[in-house]
């Protein structure tokens, strides 16, 4: 039969995004276009003795849960880690979701009608970008600098457009790695309380802060969140996830916020999938909570070797090839995001960089338009080999256009 | 602030489903109200076995993985479970979801326009229903009787509302356990093809047939899948999963059926959440491929635990208090659909149920309209004790309110 799909399906059937994940895959690709964590730092022997016992104590896991989560780990985040990060949630404000994207993808179908503006970061995540576009949303682009959004251009796009929505990531932009100053969080946050904009902070990468790992960030780089200090009522939803920070496969993020926000979102989630794997949930609390895994420590293990990572990208991106391209130098986060000399076709070299072995994400699937000349370039997944392998091809492709045009 | 939420976010928060799910969390309460499996019989230590060995052998088990679902269980999938069932689906016509649920939602989100008409069984699954109001389709009732919907309904339905899409559940519709005839099979699949109806054809119960435990079902009751034998361009999408037959919190059901809807599917799946766990699919392919657990003797053991809960819910019904009430006996599935004296209202009469320490399902919930009169028993998930103390206590509470009207 013809197939008669619903309107905005074809929002999705264009990206692009799909078929650069489907390419990657092949087993000798190298990826350097996804946002995948290192495997070789996956605590797999303690999850595999938690896996083993939590499964053996009761059965109790294997069962459905709540649609809001496995309780104990929403208390730990709660009580623990949200907290000791100036996170102030009140009980039943806290969503565990499949994955950070869930939650915004929640978000989106509760808070954005057809038609509703939504403000967002420009480069921004190529996640929200889709999950806003299959909401119907129009989306507005606000301009930044190195220290963050730019507070007279979200000003005067606030009162042209008025929008329902920012959604940012004040630490470590997805893709730019942009981490904003102390003083533009402050100046971002009261233009949005003053104008009752909700603020969707995706803190996905926070914790990912390389240079620092011995220092507790809180000080510096507060959350929107936690700069406006309301637990309830607030003009900022916090979203996380631990699959950069644990393992992706548990397929664990949250929502954070308001009890009312929080409480639409659950419905909607009921609604969606019922629940998320309350299995995963509940191996995710016992290597938290009761085994002798240690979160923090484990993100400084995480950054001193993505620091390294960083380094040896950074080298080779010295290298002739690059010659006319730039990039800002990250402190944190998994990307880089290189401006290509102008005129070169980002698509066309995505092309022959596949052919060669290689992939990157083009830039125009970050940007609400335009992006053309920039690639994202991941250096927390290949390892030492892998990435000179990776870069010497992205090189070799770089260098054939360059040549070219 | 106060939170200007979406237009079709209301039909969320007026869902009473929340609240029961909810309130049979407390500790004490008696739940015949959800769709649980018998915790007592999951293959607890076969997994715990399995998780420990998948999780110890490959680092990539904790890694993002496809966003259409681990390839070795879909194989699996298309080459056994499928195929055994008649069901032929090409390579790429599978999608791993998040439950069934998942797979209704996000059909519904690919397929459904806001005004779009849908035709559904009626009485008919809760949560199908949420999906669509959420999506803002026109849902229209189909009368059934004992041997499925009633075709010559089902054409007037058709010319007059010209639907995109039906939604059917032929094996044990949930909540009535209607078994539809061969007869009735054919003829709603001839009709549907006809007129370019596609079906959704939810088949999350029927293995779960527990008269004919020692007999292969398909002989008898073939799937309207496998009945139009098209495994591409076909008329109907097949949806399955193992939450009721291995365990539902490793949360994996499917979407069967031609490449083009399914890779539409796979697009919006990405958008939605990325990717279900693919550590659960991971341990579920272990379990059912290569560890000792076979899943037909498995669902053999189900049904004839499943039939004698049935038989000891079927004495209880016998009871005074339900003097006035009837119901059709069902072959399989989970529930009990159960009609009450005209008049009785069922939502006060949960309400004192829930006083009583016990909780059920309330017939509206399953109704396009109406459905006052009914309400939905489980008998699956409570053993034997517990089915003896929470059928004192509703026939407690029925014997009030026949008492009061």
Redesign the interface.
Known sequence: ???????R?HT??S?Q??SI??QT?RGSMISLA????A??L?P??L???T??TV??AD?????????EGYGPLREWLIGDWLKAKGVAVAEGGVLL???S??AI?LLS?????PG?CVLVENPTSP?ML??LR?QGAVIIPVQGDRDGLLPDHLRSQILQHRP?MLYAAPSFTNPSGVLWSLTRRKEILELC?AH?V?IVEDDSYGDLHFERYNEHPLGKYPSLYALENVSD???VLYIGSF?KTV?????TGWAAG?R??IS?M???K???????????QRLLHHLLDVSAFDLREHIKLLNREYHTRFKLMIELLKRPAWKQSSYELPVGGMFLWVSLPDGMDVNALLRCALGKGVAFLPGPLCSVNGGGQYIRLNFTHPGRDELLLGMNLMSEAVTEFTARS
Not at 1 to 7: C, E, G, I, L, R
């Open positions: 039969m013809k197939y008669d799909f619903s309107a399906a999705l059937l990206s995004l799909l994940r489907t895959r996804e946002e995948l964590p495997e070789e996956f797999l022997s999850l595999a003795e896996a083993s499964i053996s059965a109790g896991a294997l069962q459905y849960g709540d649609p979701t499949t994955g994207q869930q993808d179908r509760v808070y954005i009608d509703d996640g889709q999950a299959m329902k309380i009752d909700l009522g607030g003009h699959s393992a992706p496969a548990l397929r308001s009312e926000l639409v659950a419905a909607a009921q609604m969606a999938d019922w629940q998320s794997s309350s299995l995963n």
